[in-house]
């Protein structure tokens, strides 16, 4: 059995957890002072993911480089791929904070969206 050290993030007690694993599978969580780190531990033993920030490049608008990001997590064995995908896009119309770039990026049911206004 393996034992990892994380800290949570879920809330401002910034608990520190003892996560025992076994087979790639979280059997046994402590030092969680609420549900909330419990849940975080297993999402981030068995399924780590992260919310991908970046910037696409802008043609004829104001910003050479407008920066965008995922509205939801991906997973994080799918970071260097959403990368690549991200070095492709290259955006010639207006935008504003919040417009969707790309729908069901990577077909992972998240959207890459516009996080500032390039006109």
């Known amino acids: 059995m393996a034992v990892r050290k994380l800290t949570c993030i879920e809330c401002p007690k910034d608990c520190r957890l003892t996560v025992d694993i076994e087979n790639f599978k979280v059997v046994k969580v402590a030092g969680n002072e609420c549900p909330k780190g419990e849940k975080y531990a297993i999402s981030e033993v068995e399924n780590p993911a992260r919310i991908l920030t970046s910037a696409i490049l802008g043609q004829g608008l104001e910003l050479k480089m407008i920066p965008v ?9 799918r970071i260097f791929e959403a990368m690549n995908e991200i070095k492709k896009i290259k955006v010639q119309k207006p935008l504003s904070a919040g417009d969707v770039i790309l729908k069901n990026f990577l077909g992972l ?11």
């Open 109 to 119: 049911d998240v959207n890459l969206v516009s996080t500032r206004k390039a006109e």
């Open 69 to 77: 990001r995922t509205d939801k997590p991906i997973p994080k064995s």
